[in-house]
């Protein structure tokens, strides 16, 4: 199972908005609404902010949404702070019934 | 409240093994599969596989069959993660996570590094 592709970086200034998206397959993202969305900043464990596509769990902001169109889910942040800054990836469930990541990208918030 | 909480760090060489825990505070083990994820240093995510924490049964990544072990001790709530005959390319953090449902990997174990050198 191939990894789902990301953007390997997007920026954006304070109080803008913007999209990473995460490209998979007919075979993956195209067939199945599970996918998830997680932040990792530097050193510490990803943490959940997306789930079945467009999902938030309690506690983390609205200013996280997700959505998906065909083979590709998206994730958008607005109102961009600084504590945003961090690594952000995508998951898929697949055919084959197992999870595949997207290689990462990497959010700068300028 | 919920956690899951990895044992620390290792420095093994190429041929030992090695097994991580995962100790899950704050909820029953069996209710729901702990997933395993690898990150090797300065990579991104890789799905290791999953075990269903009922049963026992294990599900490997493509990558990961042969070497990798899922194992449980319901008594303690605990799940490992044993890795046999290390490689230097074994080099990496391990996390546990808890699957809420298909893919819903929430919390996370705090992640243990895991270092095989010569």
């Known amino acids: 199972q191939s990894a789902l592709t990301q953007p390997a970086s997007v920026s954006g200034s304070p109080g803008q908005s913007i999209t990473i998206s995460c490209t998979g397959t007919?075979?993956?993202?195209?067939?199945?609404?599970?996918v998830s969305w997680y932040q990792q900043h530097p050193g510490k464990a990803p943490k959940l902010m997306i789930y079945?596509?467009?999902n938030r769990p309690s506690g983390v902001s609205n200013r996280f949404s997700g959505s998906k169109s065909g083979n590709t889910a998206s994730l958008t942040i607005s109102g961009l702070q600084a504590e945003d800054e961090a690594d952000y990836y995508c998951?898929?469930?697949?055919?084959?019934?197992?999870?595949?990541f997207g290689g990462g990208t990497k959010l700068t918030v300028l | 409240q919920v956690q899951l909480v990895q044992s620390g760090s290792e420095l093994k060489k190429p041929g030992a093994s090695v097994r991580v825990s995962c100790e899950a505070s704050g909820y029953t083990l069996s209710r729901h599969s702990i997933n395993w994820v690898r990150q090797a240093p300065g990579q991104g995510l890789e799905w290791m596989g999953w075990?269903?924490?009922?049963?026992?049964?294990?599900t490997y990544a493509r990558d990961f069959t042969g070497r990798f072990v899922f194992s449980l001790d319901t008594s303690v709530n605990t799940a490992y993660l044993q890795i046999n005959s290390l490689k230097v390319e074994d080099t990496a953090v391990y996390y546990c996570?808890?699957?809420?449902?298909?893919?819903?990997?929430?919390?996370w174990g705090q992640g243990t590094l895991v270092t095989v050198s010569s």
């Open positions: 075990i269903d924490t009922n049963t026992g049964n294990p």
């Open positions: 996570a808890r699957d809420l449902a298909i893919g819903r990997l929430d919390p």
């Open positions: 998951n898929s469930y697949t055919s084959s019934s197992t999870l595949v």
């Open positions: 079945d596509v467009s």
């Open positions: 007919s075979s993956d993202v195209g067939s199945y609404n599970y």
